[in-house]
């Protein structure tokens, strides 16, 4: 599966960002898509994911701020990113998971806060 990301960039405190992820390859219609961050010196974590069924989970520290969506037509999965907060900035990487294939990684994409 190749994970394509686009979106990221620099915004002030308070704004917002819309990142996107399109899956490629070999597709299961049974998958979860999400995003994980990497901010330096810190471990990669989870920011939120998404089920092909619905399903969501998300990081304590992003609930009520981001919103993770999908188009599983285009197997496509959104991060819409509100409310942003300098501890936000991190390398953004798009992920794909099935149990047929398991876990594959998009390039990364840099979100940095910052006024």
């Known amino acids: 599966v190749q994970l394509q990301a686009s979106g990221g960039g620099l915004v002030r405190p308070g704004g917002s960002l819309r990142l996107s992820c399109a899956a490629s390859?070999?597709?299961?219609?049974?998958?979860?898509m999400g995003w994980y961050r990497q901010a330096p010196g810190k471990q990669r974590e989870l920011v939120a994911r998404m089920s092909s069924a619905g399903s969501t989970n998300y990081a304590d520290s992003v609930k009520g701020r981001f919103t993770i969506s999908r188009d599983n037509a285009k197997n496509t999965v959104y991060l819409q990113m509100g409310s942003l907060k300098p501890e936000d900035t991190a390398v953004y990487y798009c992920?794909?998971?099935?149990?047929?294939?398991?876990?594959?990684w998009g390039q990364g994409t840099q979100v940095t806060v910052s006024s």
């Open positions: 992920h794909y998971y099935s149990d047929y294939l398991g876990n594959s």
């Open positions: 390859g070999s597709i299961f219609s049974v998958n979860t």
